[in-house]
């Protein structure tokens, strides 16, 4: 069976998270901005970029090297056009940005960027720990010496204590459900979201994530050959805590 990821991110994936918009992009990336200081001129990696819309964030803010890289074609055609010129044609990306097709286990790169960024959870998707892990060690490859990756994602402790099972939203033409359960001795979220259209209309989804705690994401970053690995409970830097909403993490690889 076609894993979960590879049917999932496609443009309905990016009606069910119009909510996550531009405005949301802006205030994420001043945020990372502020807590990371990534430079301006070194080559920047979002990895899992979707449709872009942190892309287009950094390239307004003037960084110079960009790469966009996703599984999904159909949600880099989008980033390509969002990211196009004003005649919105999308093979006229600026030249200082560049979308590339590939799985994250996979970053064809080394020793090439100065910062990752892994945002919105895009991380924990595969079934085993050994693939898990692979994806930071691409990363830790594809860094600089010196480099530097921020990794956003869910907080374990607070997705257990806090799991909603079922909600439901209404909007014009369309009702969309969510169901969330706990699967593997808490070891993973898994949610089917059911879209049904005012015509009768059913399409469902699903999302498969694994659940690491702090501590495991840390030991799996060191695993990788990462240093000076931190925590926080925001991309605002706030302290990290069992009841923060998120866990960021940012880690190093050694000079040299």
Same mark, same amino acid.
């Given at each position: 069976?076609?894993?979960? *990821?590879?049917?999932? %991110? ?14 949301? @992009?802006? &205030?994420?990336?001043?945020a $990372?901005v ?20 942190? +892309? ?12 966009? +890289? ?13 990211? &196009? ?22 970053i064809?790169?080394?020793? *090439?960027? @100065?910062?990752?960024?892994?945002? %919105?959870?895009s ?5 085993? /720990? ?7 060690? &691409? ?12 990794? /956003?994602?869910?907080?374990?402790? *607070?997705? $257990? ?16 459900q ?28 699903? !999302? ?7 501590? !495991? ?8 050959? %990462?240093?000076? $690995?931190?925590? *926080? ?5 706030? @302290? ?8 960021? +993490?940012? @880690? ?5």
């Amino acid at each position: 069976m076609t894993p979960w *990821y590879e049917r999932s %991110f496609g443009r309905e994936y990016l009606e069910l998270y119009a909510h996550r918009d531009a405005a949301e @992009a802006r &205030a994420d990336i001043k945020a $990372i901005v502020r807590l990371l200081s990534p430079p301006k001129g070194e080559p920047l990696l979002d990895l899992c970029c979707g449709a872009g819309r942190h +892309l287009c964030v950094l390239r307004d803010l003037g960084f110079g090297q960009l790469v966009g +890289l996703d599984l999904s074609e159909e949600l880099l055609h989008v980033a390509a056009g969002n990211l &196009a010129n004003a005649d919105g044609n999308p093979e006229q990306i600026p030249n200082h940005v560049q979308l590339v097709r590939s799985d994250m286990r996979a970053i064809p790169y080394a020793n *090439y960027f @100065a910062t990752i960024l892994s945002l %919105f959870t895009s991380f924990g998707y595969f079934e085993t /720990d050994e693939e898990n892990q692979s994806v930071f060690l &691409a990363v830790h490859r594809a860094l600089r010496p010196g480099g530097r990756v921020l990794v /956003d994602y869910l907080n374990r402790d *607070y997705v $257990i204590a806090h799991l909603v099972e079922r909600d439901e939203k209404v909007f014009p033409g369309r009702h969309i459900q969510n169901v969330r359960c706990l699967i593997g001795d808490r070891r993973r979220v898994e949610k089917t979201i059911t879209v049904t259209t005012s015509t009768g209309g059913k399409r469902q989804f699903h !999302e498969s994530v694994r659940l690491y705690s702090e501590a !495991e994401m840390v030991a799996m970053l060191r695993v990788a050959g %990462f240093i000076d $690995i931190h925590c *926080y409970g925001s991309l605002d830097g706030q @302290a990290y805590d069992p009841e923060s909403k998120r866990l960021i +993490l940012v @880690a190093r690889k050694k000079d040299h």
